[in-house]
Each structure stands twice: as structure tokens, then as C-alpha cells.
């Protein structure tokens, strides 16, 4: 179950008429143009609704209580409990492609859920879209101003590769993606505490399995006491199948990072003293062995993709 057949099952049935029959022409239509240039409160008002609908409805949705009090918290905990079973209970409840499918109901209230996170806490905006579930929180952070669809997150979170955590969607959870668009370009790096003192060689970890990572950090990183709860589950991590993994201190100590050479590409994990906190994926080929290196306060990455080499630079703290 891909996210295109997701779509076309389940929303696609519900989208106005000239929306629906424009094709993709139509589509962008609707995703790009305000729905609301006049600011219209009602509007608003409806999407902190179907928000609101979302933490009435979530302790039948999941069978427990998620503590969905709009915090960045409560989108992890949501984003955990988001399963392939999960989905296909939803999946079997309501004809699909009509306003009774469970599926539908949760995704486009969930949607508004999460965007009310974003609004709350990063003080992100609404910018309506027709239909409703198709509007997107607008965030200014450090890293610039995007418009977030976070329908869209959640449609790919319940792909089957997603769920999965497989090639190429590891890393694609809807805590994930919301880390990646919301945490990480609104955080300050300069406030970490700084974990680890003083500089010192650290060396490469080879064949890495998720036990040995374990025994590796308490030997030479003693100072980095958890990975986090974010951090790949030992299933994911060694579906990665890393060559090795080397690891660097970055920001005066506030940070690791851990960059591993896997079959597909060089991934990178950042680590502060709260564990992971962002990650990054740059497909290459397996030789040349990429290489990363700290030039004072970035990171460079010199990889070779397609028999043409890549260079890409980063602050310490990451994209």
C-alpha cells in the first residue's frame, strides 16, 4: 500500500468536483491558492476543531490515552503509535472514499492535530487550502519560511515502506518528518548543554550492530548515557547493514555526530546529551568510501553519486 494508492482510495472520492476531475493540474491548484485571503476566523476556528476532534476521538483510535496536549512531545508518542495493524483497522472501518471511513476521519483530523502543534508551540500559522485538510501551517524558523502540509506527512507515515521502516522511507515516520520541518529548524543549537569535555580521538567502529554501538559509546563516549527514544530501533538499525561508523564532537561538546557508511549511502546521526535529535541521508555509491570532515564550525561530506562527486557543507549542528 503505497501513498498514491492510499490517496486516490480513500481522499480522493471527497475532493470538490473541479479538483477531482482537474487531474494533476487541478491538484496544484488547490494546494497552492489561499482559501482564505481574507482571513476569515471561521475557517480557523474549523481546523482548531477537527484538532480538538482529533484528542476527543484518539483513546478509541489507539486503545490507550496519548496525552495529545498539543506539545512536540505528544506528536512522538502519536507517530509511535502509528502501525501497518493500526492503519488497516482503520482501513476496514467505512466504505472507503466517503466521509464514514475511519481512515479518512482520522488522517484529516490527525492532520489538524498536528498542525495545531506547530501553531501552538513554534508559532507557526494556518494557511487554508479547499478542502480543508489540504491546508498547510506557514513556519518562519532560522532555516527560512516553508509551508508545512502535514496531510501529505501523514499519507507517507502510512505507506507501507514507512511503517516498515525500510529503503527508502527509513527515517520517514511522521515524528520524523515533523522533527525534521518543525524541532530541528526552530531549535538553537547554542543552548545544548555541552555533553562532552575536551577533544579526543575517537576511533572507527566497525561492521556496527546495534550491541556493539552499545559497548562502543561506553567505552570511548561514556558521557552520552541514552540514544533517546528516537533513535533507530535496533530493527532499523540494522537494516542499514553499516560498513562501519565513525564519530565526531562537535559545538564545543554539545554534540556526536555518528556518520555510517551503509550499502545505499552515507547516513548521519546527531546526538546531544537528551540522544538523537536529527539525521541525514546522502545516497552514494560504495567506492570511493565517502568521507566526512569538521572544518571548524562545518561539516563537509564528499561523496560520489552517478561517477560524479559531491561535496556538501552543513553547520555543526545539521540541516
Not at 503505497?2 to 480513500?10: A, G, P
Request: charged letters at 25%.
Amino acid at each position: 500500500m503505497d501513498t498514491e494508492h492510499l490517496f486516490r482510495r480513500f481522499f480522493l472520492p471527497l475532493y470538490p468536483p473541479e479538483v477531482r476531475d482537474g487531474g494533476p493540474a487541478g491538484l496544484a491548484r488547490a494546494r497552492a491558492e489561499d482559501a482564505n485571503p481574507a482571513a476569515n476566523p471561521t475557517l480557523f476556528a474549523h481546523l482548531s476543531d477537527a484538532a480538538d476532534q482529533f484528542v476527543h476521538s484518539a483513546p478509541a483510535l489507539f486503545d490507550r490515552d496519548l496525552r495529545l496536549d498539543r506539545s512536540d512531545a505528544s506528536v512522538h508518542r502519536l507517530g509511535a503509535a502509528l502501525t501497518r495493524e493500526r492503519r488497516d483497522a482503520w482501513m476496514a472501518r467505512g466504505a472507503a472514499g466517503t466521509a464514514e471511513s475511519l481512515l479518512f476521519n482520522a488522517v484529516v483530523h490527525g492532520a489538524a492535530y498536528v498542525g495545531a502543534c506547530i501553531v501552538a508551540g513554534h508559532g507557526g500559522s494556518w494557511s487554508v487550502r479547499r478542502p480543508l485538510w489540504e491546508s498547510v501551517v506557514r513556519q518562519r524558523s532560522r532555516a527560512g519560511e516553508a509551508d508545512l502540509a502535514v496531510f501529505h506527512w501523514w499519507l507517507k507515515s502510512l505507506a507501507d515502506d514507512a511503517l516498515a521502516g525500510t529503503e527508502p522511507a527509513l527515517g520517514a515516520t511522521l515524528a520524523d518528518r515533523y522533527r525534521a520541518h518543525v524541532e530541528v529548524p526552530c531549535a538553537n543549537a547554542e543552548d545544548l548543554p555541552v555533553m562532552v569535555g575536551g577533544a579526543r580521538p575517537l576511533p572507527r567502529l566497525e561492521q556496527p550492530r546495534y550491541d556493539r554501538l552499545g559497548k562502543y559509546l561506553r567505552a570511548h563516549l561514556p558521557e552520552l548515557r541514552e540514544l533517546g527514544a528516537d533513535f533507530p530501533t535496533p530493527e532499523r538499525f540494522e537494516a542499514y547493514a553499516f560498513r562501519w561508523m565513525d564519530f565526531h564532537v562537535l559545538g564545543g561538546g554539545r554534540m556526536v555526530l555518528c556518520a555510517g557508511a551503509s550499502p545505499s549511502g552515507l547516513h548521519l546521526f546527531w546526538l546531544s546529551a537528551a540522544g538523537f535529535e536529527k539525521s541525514a541521508f546522502f545516497a552514494c555509491e560504495a567506492f570511493p568510501d565517502p568521507l566526512v570532515r569538521i572544518e571548524q564550525d562545518r561539516i563537509v561530506t564528499m561523496t560520489r553519486e552517478s561517477g560524479a562527486a559531491r561535496v556538501h557543507e552543513m553547520l555543526w549542528w545539521g540541516p
